[in-house]
């Protein structure tokens, strides 16, 4: 982890006017002072969401010539391209942070910058384009409705935009879920197991629980967080109990109970060894989502080449004129 710079009286005259204006619930914008620390955490927060969204991509993807029917592959093409949308929004932000976006995408394929462990996991049936949609987008949209909040204004706008997009995706996923569930005892089966594979992995999304967290409490005090890693997972628990019940569908989690007085559903233990596993690299799909990514950087080399020759020309005849 990186270590706290030192300051000058100056600079903690700053520092404070800084927090003063976040204690007032002002958004900071791309031209306004700011710590180093709160510009290198958002790049760091930033790029790694918009990493994930590019990335998770390819899980949904895999599954776009298999859809079964022409209605289900239209909804399931505009979901990815969304998403590939949502990355490129953020990554944009982030921009806005005086970091170049070459750098960002050497970071994510050389393995430096990291991006949502779930898209590491294989998908193997069809119920899993509905479970995705309504557990993954469902857990984004807990996320990103909070993160619309947050204190600099380029990343809370651009989460608007996205959390509307996410609505149609999380509905899309739950009515393939509803779908199957109302269908043959294969189709069911289908649901089913999909949703025993995707349930925990989903729950590891929200992040390690807060007591190990290094960057929570940070990201808490200048607001670009405003709810913990453990209060956002339990939101998403307590919305999606009902929503399992109410298609008949059982999650796997025996010690899954309802409190009555916290009202809150109380959940069993994470294989957080699990998490720390996939987020090292050694998920059952990190290598292969890589070596995608990179393939379709190498790929694209000449539509860059090609956009910074065309770039050139254009500043060469304005100057010429
Ligand atoms: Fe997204
Ligand atoms: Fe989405």
Redesign the pocket.
């Known amino acids: 982890m990186e270590q706290p710079t030192t300051v000058t009286a100056d600079e903690s005259a700053l520092v404070a006017a800084f927090e003063a204006r976040i204690a007032a619930g002002e958004s900071i914008e791309p031209k306004d002072w700011m710590p180093e620390r709160y510009r290198r955490q958002l790049i760091r927060m930033m790029s790694q969401h918009a990493h994930s969204?590019i990335v998770?991509m390819l899980p949904e993807g895999n599954w776009i010539t298999r859809a079964p029917s022409l209605r289900r592959k239209m909804s399931l093409i505009a979901k990815v391209q969304?998403?590939a949308g949502?990355g490129l929004y953020i990554y944009c932000g982030t921009e806005t942070l005086g970091v170049d976006r070459h750098e960002l995408v050497a970071q994510l394929l050389d393995g430096r910058a990291k991006y949502s462990s779930i898209f590491n996991y294989p998908t193997l049936s069809w119920a899993d384009m509905g479970v995705i949609g309504w557990f993954v987008d469902g857990a984004?949209i807990v996320n990103q409705t909070i993160l619309a909040k947050a204190s600099y204004g380029p990343y809370a706008r651009a989460m608007v935009r996205?959390c509307k997009?996410?609505n149609f995706h999380k509905r899309q996923g739950y009515e393939i879920c509803a779908t199957l569930a109302n269908g043959t005892p294969a189709q069911r089966e289908m649901l089913q197991e999909a949703v025993n594979r995707f349930w925990w992995p989903s729950l590891m999304m929200f992040g390690p629980s807060d007591t190990d967290s290094p960057n929570s409490a940070e990201l808490l005090k200048w607001r670009v967080k405003r709810k913990t890693n453990d209060e956002l997972r339990q939101r998403f628990i307590n919305l999606t109990v009902p929503q399992a019940a109410a298609i008949g569908v059982t999650l796997p989690d025996p010690d899954l109970r309802f409190n009555a007085e916290t009202n809150n559903w109380e959940f069993g233990e994470i294989d957080w060894a699990e998490f720390f596993q996939v987020i090292g690299g050694n998920g059952p799909c990190n290598k292969e989502r890589i070596a995608a990514r990179q393939k379709a950087h190498d790929d694209g080399a000449w539509v860059r080449e090609a956009a910074t020759a065309h770039a050139g020309k254009q500043r060469r005849d304005v100057q010429a004129a």
Do not use: K
């Open positions: 969204e998770g969304d998403e949502h984004a996205i997009e996410e």
